[in-house]
């Protein structure tokens, strides 16, 4: 539960920029300009799986603002369905991830960005 609404946007923008901040930091694996250590990239989406859940209870009613479209609020299924779209893409990275494989890192790495780039293009000003 958040006090007042500043509290919630806050704490979904502080939530949001470290998932954000976690999930940049495979990105020199996936481009291969770092080597792949399985068991740290491992750890790594264990953590994200996490961060991934935390955002959403902030977007409550009543806590419009920051950089939220009213659409959050107004389409309120849709967004739930992108948050649970990147929630679940997060979960396939870490199989991948469990797999040892790079390429399937690769590709499921991709899918999670496209998780993010599709929420926020929809919900998200710029
Ligand atoms: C990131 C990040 C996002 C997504 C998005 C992918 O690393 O912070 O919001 O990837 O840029 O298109």
């Not at 954000?20 to 291969?32: D, H, K, N, Y």
């Not at 009613?61 to 107004?74: I, L, N, Q």
């Amino acid at each position: 539960a958040f006090a007042k609404p500043e509290d919630a946007i806050k704490y979904r923008q502080s939530a949001l920029s470290v998932l954000g901040t976690q999930f940049g930091r495979l990105a020199p694996v996936v481009r291969e300009q770092a080597p792949f250590d399985a068991a740290a990239v491992q750890k790594q989406t264990a953590l994200l799986t996490q961060l991934a859940a935390l955002p959403w209870e902030a977007f409550g009613p009543g806590t419009e603002g920051g950089k939220a479209r009213d659409d959050v609020w107004k389409e309120t299924p849709k967004f739930q369905q992108a948050a649970t779209n990147m929630q679940t893409a997060m979960a396939k990275l870490d199989d991948a991830a469990k797999s040892g494989d790079l390429a399937q890192v690769k590709a499921a790495y991709g899918a999670v960005g496209q998780s993010c780039k599709a929420c926020h293009d929809s919900f998200r000003n710029r």
